[in-house]
């Protein structure tokens, strides 16, 4: 059961727009909500969360948005730039156990 | 503060043999997870300790699949009798108690041939 999808396995922008990662979940029983980012050869960093009773949080040039009637997620980077070029990783949680991690994106960066 | 280490970070093993993986978490660390993931995947769960405990295993953790945490400190993951569907990035995680974000190390790519 995939509990948490990314639909779109990759996704290309041009250096200086706005990239926007979708992640949708089925479990919503899901306390938080949290997005990685993985360079090759590296494990996944963590970038920004969001609590299930919050729709926003900004961090610098990242937002999350959390629609939860829709069960579903977004990732905004304003303005994008090529050291964002990587994979991102959305997950749920559930009462600060494990992390329930969807497919990734890859994000790439045109300059 | 080295952050989460693995080690090793490569390992080639022939098919039906053992390995063992160790895993170093972020000091004072509560938590610390195992994670498996390949080509295309996210990561998924596996195992997860609390402090020496072991409170969780996936389904994908076959008998064939050990973990353990023998102090609260650092961890071992063993594969006994490895197959060609074990190769994978195996990715280490750890956390503070009941805090939600989880730091993880670089994995240990494992390739078996």
């Known amino acids: 059961d995939q509990q948490v999808k990314q639909n779109s396995p990759s996704l290309s922008v041009q250096e200086g727009r706005i990239s926007i990662l979708n992640c949708d979940y089925t479990?919503?029983?899901?306390?938080?909500f949290l997005w990685y980012k993985k360079y090759p050869a590296e494990g996944p960093t963590f970038l920004i969360s969001?609590?299930?009773?919050?729709d926003k949080n900004e961090d610098g040039r990242f937002t999350v948005f959390l629609n939860k009637s829709a069960k579903h997620l977004s990732l905004h980077i304003v303005p994008s730039q090529p050291g964002d070029s990587a994979v991102y990783f959305c997950a749920g949680i559930q009462g600060a156990q494990k992390l329930v991690f969807g497919q990734g994106t890859r994000l790439t960066i045109n300059p | 503060d080295t952050g989460v280490s693995q080690n090793p970070r490569h390992k080639i093993t022939k098919r039906g043999q053992n390995v063992t993986f160790r895993c170093d978490p972020i000091?004072?660390?509560?938590?610390l997870y195992w994670y498996r993931q390949t080509l295309g995947q996210g990561p998924e769960f596996l195992t997860y300790f609390q402090n020496e405990a072991q409170l969780e295993k996936s389904r994908l953790l076959s008998d064939r699949f050990s973990a353990e945490r023998p102090k609260g400190s650092f961890s071992t993951l063993e594969i006994q009798r490895t197959e060609q569907g074990d190769s994978a990035m195996y990715l280490c995680a750890s956390s503070p108690y009941m805090n939600t974000e989880a730091f993880f190390g670089q994995g240990t790519r494992l390739t078996v041939v």
């Open positions: 479990n919503s029983m899901f306390d938080y």
């Open positions: 969001i609590s299930s009773i919050k």
């Open positions: 000091s004072e660390h509560n938590r």
